[in-house]
């Protein structure tokens, strides 16, 4: 009998005892194509011998050295590769362990930044409904998934919830996608009025949606008019990008898509490609010199904040990123990627929308393609998928939720970004045989 505590407690996972490039290997000697990076996280793939080698070596030299007491070479040389290429006026960073952790080191740091100059007023948080923003209570109260939230609302904190942009859904007949996504985006100036304008701190958003309907990315211009109303009402504008960010979309952030730059960055995941936990908050100089100048002390922290051995991991991944070329190796692969989905299931007739950017992509299933209605989520497409694929040696991440909050059954695709255009067949032919195992035992 086991003693971990599993995700499920009815049934027992298989034991993952090796990785090989794109595959995971169970105990079994099984090999699975790990098609979702596990959940947007393995983006060099499993094995990799540059990062292997930079975690021992820094393990060696200097495994451990708190925060409190010291800084640490590898998290100063990540801070500036990160700070480097990143957009805006993002000047400092502020390591954590996860996804999470950076998000909720984002709240608190907006919270705190509107103190030190003198606007205690601003407390309120504006997110949008179709979100995740991680698990801890105030990272939980800014996501919108309700299935997420439910059990956990007497504990959570009050973020107001407004549209997201999710043009499958809900962008009306006849409407531009530009006319939508301005559309939506004006919901947050409304939001803004309704809250008072000196009563709000920030507004949080995924640059692409990852976690609660597959790879759902922004229309042109809509976080051009949301950064524009968080400059009118000096809002700070938060982009999580845990799941999209490094490299993911085929841009190494994924705002630089947009042009939009925000005052507070999120990333994880992909930061540490699994060889170490490690995420990241990165931040505005003007927020910083606040701080600066202000009380001198960012009021937060955790025991492994700037580990040094997820430094090491972080920097060698970013490092590894940008030196073998790989982020238009992501946008080539990606584009690939979507031509084969769209070749095998475009005309599939519960298939209602392929979409994303780079190695990051979606698939929505509808019960009616016409009317674009999802599924019931009593009937659990999305987690039938999940295990036919499984079964097949394919992992791939399955979302679904409330049909009112219209998450429906999605499923997400975020492999390595070392796959090669031979694996795409696997993948794509796996995932179609996965959808219609699933359908038929529904
Ligand atoms: N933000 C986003 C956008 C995410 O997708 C996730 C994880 N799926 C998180 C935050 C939370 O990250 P973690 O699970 O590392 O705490």
């Known amino acids: 009998m086991s003693h ?27 090999r699975y194509f790990d098609g979702s990076g596990g ?52 000047d400092r960073v502020y390591f954590v362990s996860g996804g999470s952790e950076a998000t909720e080191a984002a709240i608190k740091l907006a919270r705190q930044y509107f103190i030190e100059i003198g606007q205690s007023r601003r407390r309120h948080l504006i997110a949008r409904r ?29 973020v107001s919830h407004i549209a997201p942009c999710y043009e499958y859904a809900h962008r009306q007949e006849g409407e531009s ?15 803004i009025l309704r809250l008072g304008p000196d009563t709000v701190m920030a507004f949080m958003a ?68 699994g060889y170490q936990p490690i995420g990241a908050m990165l931040c ?23 580990h040094p051995v997820a430094a090491a991991a972080g920097l060698a991944v970013v490092n590894a990123l940008l030196n073998r070329n790989l982020i238009p190796r992501v946008r080539e692969m990606g584009e690939k990627l979507d031509a084969a989905l769209r070749a095998r299931l475009g005309q599939h007739p519960n298939v209602g929308d392929i979409r994303g950017r780079g190695l990051f992509r979606g698939i929505e299933l509808v019960e009616d393609r016409a009317t674009r209605t999802p599924f019931d989520p009593a009937r659990r497409l999305a987690a039938r998928i999940k295990s036919e694929a499984f079964n097949r040696g394919l992992i791939c991440y399955p979302m679904s939720g409330t049909r009112d909050g219209r998450i429906g059954d999605h499923v997400l695709l975020a492999p390595p970004f070392i796959m090669t255009e031979d694996q795409i067949p696997e993948v794509t032919d796996k995932l179609t045989d996965a959808i219609d195992a699933a359908l038929r035992t529904i």
């Open 39 to 90: 959940a947007a996280v393995s983006c060099l793939g499993h094995g990799d011998p540059e990062i292997i080698a930079a975690v021992r070596a820094q393990a060696e030299k200097l495994a451990f050295a708190h925060t409190g007491f010291f800084t640490s070479e590898p998290a100063e040389a990540l801070a500036d590769l990160l700070i480097e290429h990143a957009p805006g006026d993002l």
């Open 130 to 158: 179709q979100s995740y923003h991680g698990n801890t209570l105030g990272a939980l109260s800014a996501g919108g998934n309700e299935w997420r939230r439910a059990q956990f609302a007497p504990l959570l904190v009050e």
């Open 206 to 273: 995924e640059p692409v949606v990852g976690a609660t309907a597959g790879a759902v990315p922004a229309v042109e211009g809509y976080f051009h008019r949301i950064r524009e109303i968080c400059d009118k009402y000096g809002v700070l504008l938060i982009l999580d990008e845990v799941m999209c960010g490094m490299g993911r979309t085929g841009h190494l952030f994924a705002c630089d898509h947009d042009g939009v730059a925000p005052d507070i960055l999120c990333i994880a995941k992909g930061l540490g490609a």
């Open 284 to 306: 505005s100089s003007r927020i910083y010199a606040a701080i600066e100048e202000g009380s001198g002390f960012f009021q937060h922290g955790h025991t492994y904040v700037g």
């Open 177 to 191: 996608a530009f006319d939508y996504g301005q559309r939506v985006a004006q919901e947050l100036e409304d939001e």
């Open 4 to 30: 971990v505590f599993p995700r499920h407690t009815k049934s027992q996972p298989p034991v993952a005892v090796g990785g090989e490039g794109c595959y995971l290997i169970d105990a079994t000697g099984k």
